[in-house]
Nanobody, 120 residues
Framework: QVQLVESGGGLVQAGGSLRLSCAAS????????MGWYRQAPGKQRELVASMPSRGSTDYADSVKGRFTISRDNTKNTVGLQMNRLKPEDTAVYYC??????????????WGQGTQVTVSS
């Protein structure tokens, strides 16, 4: 069993900053990629930022230059520093991990989500 636990959401004024954190634990052999997705009311879940074990990070165009993803592979954690927040960043943010469990099973796992609300 794998658990992803997020923290750090909240309410902030436009132009402010928030930092999200996510820790993965449980039956984990290795993690290929970790990232953040978000889902606003009435919209589909979308990629915000993704960081593979090797290679370059990937950001949604709407957050480039404002958000920064980081990983600590030794702790199986991923963070998302969000600066210059806009009302359109309001959404539930989900942590995601593409990982391999002991025994060889590979799959995508999700956190429970954390609400980010940006007021204008």
């Amino acid at each position: 069993q794998v658990q992803l636990v997020e923290s750090g959401g909240g309410l902030v004024q436009a132009g402010g900053s928030l930092r999200l954190s996510c820790a993965a634990s449980g039956n984990i052999f290795s993690i290929n990629a970790m990232g953040w997705y978000r889902q606003a009311p009435g919209k589909q879940r979308e990629l915000v930022a993704s960081m593979p074990s090797r290679g370059s990070t990937d950001y949604a165009d709407s957050v480039k230059g404002r958000f920064t993803i980081s990983r600590d592979n030794t702790k199986n954690t991923v963070g998302l520093q969000m600066n210059r927040l806009k009302p359109e960043d309001t959404a539930v943010y989900y942590c995601n991990a593409d990982l391999i469990q002991y025994g060889g099973r590979r799959g995508f796992h999700w956190g429970q989500g954390t609400q980010v609300t940006v007021s204008s």
